[in-house]
């Protein structure tokens, strides 16, 4: 149980275009759902919370027009990357949280690999 | 506000040696703490998690790690490293159920046959 699945799993565009990248619980009610990005070698850098039905929160620095969130349903979030350029080529990581189990565990998909050509 | 610091970004040992991966954090109160694995390419399994129960925590594939508030400590160990056990590790720490993950830098675990 609590799988999580990410699609595309990697994906390359051109500059300037928009991408997106899905997220879902696949047995499992997510009330909330995270997006990281990481860069090669480092860690990973959390962009957003979102939760169900609302607006996404975005951390500091991160630019909400650019990295669109949509969280229309229990298992899916999705995240649009909008006129990508090159440095917006990273591996992107959701995770989500079981809305009915009180946990604070989180679930990690399988990530995306954006490369901005 | 909570920080973890994971001591050595890279740390190499050989088969059937003993696996210590160091984690620090810093909280004003009683954290949640996990180590997560990852694999090139991939995304991050959940090892083990402390949740102010038992401090000496068990994970799967033969990791464990002890929760030590007096040194503000939460250090991942293994008696004997498997060659599959190279990839990178994370700490991580929560205030709260629900609440945001803070993530260490991570340390890449090497294996030496």
């Known amino acids: 149980g609590a799988v999580v699945s990410q699609h595309p799993s990697r994906v390359i565009c051109k500059s300037g275009t928009s991408v997106k990248i899905e997220c879902r619980s696949l047995d499992f009610q997510a009330t909330t759902m995270f997006w990281y990005r990481q860069f090669p070698k480092k860690s990973l850098m959390l962009m957003a919370t979102?939760?169900?039905?609302?607006?996404?929160?975005?951390e500091q620095g991160v630019e909400k027009d650019k990295f669109l969130i949509n969280h229309a349903s229990l298992t899916l979030s999705t995240l649009t990357v909008t006129s990508a350029h090159p440095e917006d080529s990273s591996f992107y990581i959701c995770?989500?949280?079981?809305?009915?189990?009180?946990?604070?565990?989180?679930?990690f998909g399988p990530g995306t690999r954006l490369t901005v050509t | 506000a909570q920080s973890v610091t994971q001591l050595g970004s890279h740390v190499s040992v050989s088969e059937g040696a003993l696996v210590l991966l160091r984690c620090n954090y810093s909280?004003?109160?009683?954290?949640?703490l996990f180590w997560y694995v990852q694999y090139p390419n991939q995304g991050l399994q959940l090892l083990l998690k402390?949740?102010?129960?038992?401090?000496l925590v068990k994970g799967i594939n033969g990791f464990e790690a002890e929760f030590k508030k007096s040194e503000t400590s939460f250090h991942l160990t293994k008696p004997s490293a498997h060659m599959s056990d190279a990839a990178e590790y994370f700490c991580?720490?929560?205030?709260?159920?629900?609440?945001?993950?803070?993530f260490g830098q991570g340390t890449e675990l090497s294996v030496k046959p």
């Open positions: 995770s989500a949280r079981d809305g009915i189990r009180v946990t604070n565990e989180q679930y």
């Open positions: 991580a720490v929560t205030l709260n159920q629900g609440g945001k993950l803070i």
């Open positions: 909280s004003s109160v009683p954290p949640y």
């Open positions: 979102s939760n169900e039905g609302s607006k996404a929160t975005y």
């Open positions: 402390y949740t102010s129960a038992a401090t």
